[in-house]
């Protein structure tokens, strides 16, 4: 189906970048899918409404590794959710769950600012509760969040 409007596209001086557009924007949409799902999936009920996560400093090669993976991690999710603003796909999800995976200061207030908007709240805990996991607890600062 492709084949018939391909010629006329790359007509245009964006033309040839077409194919390559909606093949990212595939693959991005299947990362997202799966990666927003997993990462979701697996928030503690209170991590929201935990006041503060308890960290404990370590200094071994394994932990900077971790730490420099979640950040690839999490700055591709970003991107990714960035470009899916513009294409189909969990755009908002995906640069939230990047900004989890991220580190940098006031990280926890910012996302604990996004995921109790109340539309995201809502679905991520419609997320959860399709999955057979207990919905996220509120955040207690925050206002009240519909948990329906």
Same mark, same amino acid.
């Given at each position: 189906?492709? *084949?018939? $409007? ?34 979701? %999936?697996?928030?503690?009920? *209170? $991590? ?20 420099? =993976?979640?950040?690839? %991690? =999490? ?17 908002? %999800? ?11 200061? =006031? ?7 996004? %995921? ?31 948990? *329906?």
């Amino acid at each position: 189906m492709l *084949d018939k $409007y391909l010629p006329e596209l790359q007509n245009f001086p964006w033309g040839n970048l077409v194919p390559w557009l909606v093949t990212f924007s595939l693959i991005a949409f299947v990362f997202s899918a799966f990666g927003v799902s997993i990462v979701l %999936l697996r928030l503690p009920v *209170d $991590y929201l409404s935990n006041p503060a996560p308890s960290t404990s400093p370590q200094s071994n090669w394994k932990h900077l590794l971790s730490k420099i =993976g979640r950040n690839i %991690l =999490g700055s591709i999710f970003l991107i990714v959710g960035t470009v899916m603003l513009l294409t189909p796909g969990q755009g908002i %999800l995906s640069i939230v769950v990047g900004l989890m995976l991220l580190d940098f200061p =006031g990280k926890l207030i910012l996302v604990r600012k996004i %995921l109790t908007k109340p539309r995201i709240f809502q679905t991520i805990n419609r997320m959860r509760t399709t999955a057979k996991r207990p919905p996220l607890e509120p955040h207690l600062n925050d206002s009240p969040v519909r948990n *329906d």
